[in-house]
């Protein structure tokens, strides 16, 4: 393998690969970033707020306010489904909540789109 990877943290394997911005273990599925603590970019310390400018935190529980079609799946996630111990994030465009939805399992979700229960 590329002799230039660090080994997995976890495991010690010698056969992580790059995914993307990510370092990922094929031994044990750990992912990790490959870039040192003092040199990544912060998190941005924006507050994050529901559709109703409630400011959201790590674990709250949210309230979908819009029926949202899944992509791959034939149902669509209904108004009114709670959603419990959510995870703010940069996530991809401006989905800035990471979260699991029963029925539908891991996905990340806009703030726009919620409302804090």
């Known amino acids: 393998m590329n002799d ?23 031994i044990c599925a750990h992912e990790w970033s490959n870039v040192p603590v003092d040199q990544a970019e912060p998190f941005e310390d924006a507050t994050v707020k529901d559709a109703f400018g409630t400011v959201l935190a790590d674990g709250d529980t949210v309230t979908i306010i819009k029926d949202l079609k899944v992509k791959g799946n034939a149902t669509s996630i209904k108004v009114g489904t709670k959603v419990r111990g959510i995870r703010l994030v940069n996530g991809v465009g401006d989905h800035d909540i990471d979260c699991k939805v029963d029925g539908f399992g891991a996905m990340q979700l806009k703030s726009s789109v919620v409302k804090k229960a």
């Open 4 to 26: 230039s990877l660090p080994p997995c943290p976890v495991c010690s394997s010698e056969y992580a690969y790059e995914m993307g911005a990510l370092l990922v273990c094929p």
